[in-house]
């Protein structure tokens, strides 16, 4: 094989490799992590709360191209929902809050929701959620979850 010859090769398949990167769906995928199904120590209600937070979290992907992530926990009626806007919309982070909590309200009229953009808001959701699949005691993800609503408050 000559030298032209496998220039020819290794250029059509850096071609190659360099268009099927490209092809990749633009949406970024959720963090919020759902449950195993064999996790059976989990109790029921938080297996119903974190499949309400993933029905949340698919809603507000599907709604808002300005939301880059979003991860979400439900205790009783109320919901903290923390997002990221995508790095151009960082600049109305604010705004985009309130367009997502006037949704989330008009979605599910029966909860209450609390939406942030902050980054530490968002980590304390992850934190929980990676807890309450050890079989989180009911008081301490109501203690959890209070302290972070607490960080939004104290925030606001």
């Known amino acids: 094989m000559s030298k032209h010859h496998a220039r020819q090769i290794m250029g059509v398949l850096l ?3 360099i268009l099927t990167g490209c092809q990749q769906e633009a949406k970024p995928p959720l ?16 297996r119903d ?20 992530d979003v991860i979400s ?3 009783k009626q109320e919901v903290i929902v923390a997002i990221k806007a995508t790095t151009f919309q960082q600049i109305n982070e604010q705004k985009i ?13 029966d909860l209450k929701f609390f939406v942030s953009s902050d980054q530490k808001i968002f980590i304390e959701i992850n934190q929980l959620q990676e807890e309450a699949k ?8 109501e203690k959890r979850f209070k302290k972070i609503k607490k960080l939004l408050t104290d925030n606001a």
């Open 15 to 17: 071609i190659i490799l």
């Open 31 to 46: 963090v919020s992590n759902p449950l195993d199904d064999n996790l059976q120590q989990v109790k029921q209600p938080i």
């Open 49 to 68: 709360n974190h499949l309400i937070s993933n029905e949340i979290n698919g809603q507000v992907i599907e709604d808002f191209d300005s939301v880059a």
């Open 73 to 75: 926990m439900k205790h």
């Open 97 to 109: 809050e309130k367009k997502v909590k006037k949704r989330l309200e008009n979605y599910n009229p």
């Open 134 to 141: 050890n079989d989180i005691t009911n008081q301490k993800l």
